[in-house]
């Protein structure tokens, strides 16, 4: 995974976490496009 990738995922996780969300990233699909990443969210495990 390229290293903007992790970065988003990092950002991703630590606002979904301060929002106490039960959500967390399941998958990121990286440069769908040349300047678009997707995150697909899903239920965190209990």
């Given at each position: 995974?390229?290293?903007?990738?992790?970065?988003?995922?990092?950002?991703?996780?630590?606002?979904?976490y301060?929002?106490?969300?039960?959500?967390?990233?399941?998958?990121?699909?990286?440069?769908?496009?040349?300047?678009?990443?997707?995150?697909?969210?899903?239920?965190?495990?209990?």
């Amino acid at each position: 995974m390229p290293g903007t990738a992790q970065l988003h995922r990092g950002l991703i996780s630590g606002a979904l976490y301060e929002l106490g969300r039960e959500l967390e990233i399941s998958e990121i699909d990286v440069f769908v496009q040349p300047a678009l990443c997707v995150a697909r969210l899903g239920r965190r495990a209990s």
